[in-house]
């Protein structure tokens, strides 16, 4: 039995007041302790905030990306893994499509990204997800294992994957829960046959892409679907609760 997780990803969003009511209205959710593993991910200038708005103790703080050298430099712009580290961080994202395709960084970049959050003792959120293009032309399969397998992960127990067809991603058009499953258990077989059976049982893989709280129950009982990884609706504290209440009744 796999502990769901389930992250916020907040991206680029938000205010000094927006952050501080949110913060307060998430405080206000049943507690997740030993049954749902909670992140939420700021954008880094706002990271030191939620810190100081003592975010439920239950829930944890993520970074959305980090630079390629463990303990930066003249990178300007970008953020640590020890600078993570050094403010208690210890989770972060890493590849989100929105870092491929609008900052157009590579498989390489990210391996690297893999390599210094690993050294650094950083849990990963991992992501991967086909184009609408890449679905059309049968590739999806391809597509996501190769972008799994490019990861060049090393440490298996600290690594989340997320699973976000790029179609999918704040376009209200989420994956049918079989879709869902189907590109779910095709990375699991991947570590299966590439991994171990024990990770292959181990790894959870999110999913996200237009999560909200009408879809989360039916695609949490899925069954390789061990949770989600949310943008838009992870900023409306309702919503939110709502989806981290999806992960809870899926372990009771
Ligand atoms: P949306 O939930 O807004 O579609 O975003 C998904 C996502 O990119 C989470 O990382």
Redesign the pocket.
Known sequence: MRTPYI?G?W?CNGTVESIKQLVQDLNQGPSTEGKVEVIVAPSSIHIGLVQSLNLRKDWKISAQNIVQEKNGGAFTGEISASMLKDLGIDST?LG???RRHVFGESNTVIAKKVKVSEEVGLTIIG?VGETLEERERGETNQVITSQLKDFNVTNWDKFVI?Y?PVW?????KTASPQQAQEAHKVLRDWLADNVNSEVAQKVRIIY?????SANSDELIKQPDIDGF??????LKSKDFLSIVNSGLKSVE
């Not at 999918?168 to 209200?172: M, N, Q, R, S």
């Not at 996200?208 to 909200?212: A, E, I, L, P």
């Not at 990884?229 to 992870?234: D, Q």
């Open positions: 992250g990803n991206k994202l989100h499509s929105e992501c997320a976000e999918a991603i704040g376009t209200g996200g892409g237009s999560v909200n990884l949310v943008g838009g609706a992870s």
